[in-house]
């Protein structure tokens, strides 16, 4: 008799985090999450959606980003854009990543979203364990939190919102860079990227200082 193979549940996010810390005082809850770090071509970019006690239940369907498919993603970023009481991106050129490094790369980013953003939130949720923005005394609490993109609804939808806007650039960009296969890739270091770079070479959209393969 053959075992039974139980398919892994998708992790479904929830509000539970953010309630905990709007039970410590906190009004306002910032997620935050960010897309393209990895790549080597392209900017990163930065996602974060604000909400507070007054927040609906958090939309179904909505899932970390990289567990959903392209046209999931698609369809619930105007679902994750209303359902927030505010949401804004923020980004940094390949030139930035190059200048500055990765992390304060990150941090720029992390920045512009939150001054696009339009309200200051008490406490940024960043998915993961390493804080890449710095803690002022006059601004909000920074706290980490591993799988924040699975478990917390506010992070998870803006890796949703971060992702479908950086893919659709990267996608706009391949028109002008066919040969690079951004349009697949979203400008990480698959085989036909890298293998384009060794024949057409480097484009100012692509990480110069970084291991581009060649």
């Not at 105007?78 to 980004?91: D, I």
């Not at 690079?180 to 990480?207: C, E, F, P, Q």
Request: charged fraction near 20%; charge should be neutral; glycine fraction near 10%.
């Amino acid at each position: 008799m053959k075992p039974t193979l139980h398919r892994m549940a998708r992790p479904v996010p929830t509000l539970d985090y953010e309630r905990e810390l709007m039970a410590t005082g906190a009004r306002i809850i910032a997620g935050m999450d960010e897309v393209g770090r990895g790549a080597i071509a392209g900017p990163v970019t930065i996602g974060v959606v604000a909400i507070d006690a007054t927040i609906g239940a958090v939309p179904e369907g909505l899932a970390d980003s990289k567990l959903m498919t392209p046209k999931r993603r698609e369809a619930m970023v105007p679902v994750a854009k209303e359902w927030g009481l505010a949401w804004a991106t923020g980004s940094a050129t390949a030139a930035e990543i190059d200048k500055y490094g990765i992390m304060t790369a990150l941090s720029l980013a992390g920045s512009r979203a939150l001054t696009a953003l339009g309200l200051r939130p008490d406490i940024i949720i960043l998915d993961g364990n390493n804080s890449f923005l710095l803690e002022e005394d006059d601004g909000p609490r920074i706290v980490t939190r591993i799988k924040g993109d699975q478990t917390c609804a506010s992070v998870s939808a803006a890796s949703v919102i971060a992702k479908v806007e950086r893919d659709a650039l990267m996608t706009q960009l391949h028109e002008q860079f066919p040969h690079y296969g951004w349009s697949g890739n979203k400008g990480y270091g698959a085989a036909v990227h890298t293998d384009a770079i060794k024949i057409h070479g480097v484009t100012d959209l692509h990480r110069k200082s970084w291991n581009l393969g060649v």
